[in-house]
């Protein structure tokens, strides 16, 4: 699976922005996400989950992405969305998007990662 996120940029503090995940690869590959997520990473700390959305459509969110953050999947279109706003200097990070892939041979969780996109909130 090849996830490519697009949609970041600068913005100024209480601003917006949709971030995209595109997700592509062979059909009986893509039938078997059972679930994908955004995650961030801040200059100098750790991965961060931000929200993340199983292939039913149950969406789970962290303390940080509450109320501020929605994610969304369109299926048909295999791509995910993250639509954020009244962003905060602190959400200042690289975005990636992840995938959970069940192997079709022993039904273990196979993970993707996207390159990141990069989001800015700065006055």
């Known amino acids: 699976v090849q996830l490519v996120e697009s949609g970041g940029g600068s913005v100024e503090p209480g601003g917006s922005l949709r971030l995209s995940c595109a997700a592509s690869g062979n059909s009986a590959t893509m039938s078997r996400i059972s679930s994908m997520a955004w995650y961030r990473r801040a200059p100098g700390k750790q991965y961060e989950l931000i929200a993340s959305?199983?292939?039913?459509?149950?969406?789970n969110y962290t303390d940080t992405a509450k109320g501020r953050f929605t994610i969304s999947r369109d299926t048909a279109e295999n791509t995910m969305y993250l639509q954020m706003k009244s962003l905060k200097p602190e959400d200042t990070a690289v975005y990636h998007c992840?995938?959970?892939?069940?192997?079709?041979?022993?039904?273990?969780?196979?993970?993707?990662w996207g390159q990141g996109t990069q989001v800015t909130v700065s006055s």
């Open positions: 959305i199983t292939s039913a459509g149950s969406t």
């Open positions: 992840h995938a959970v892939v069940t192997s079709a041979y022993n039904r273990q969780p196979i993970r993707y």
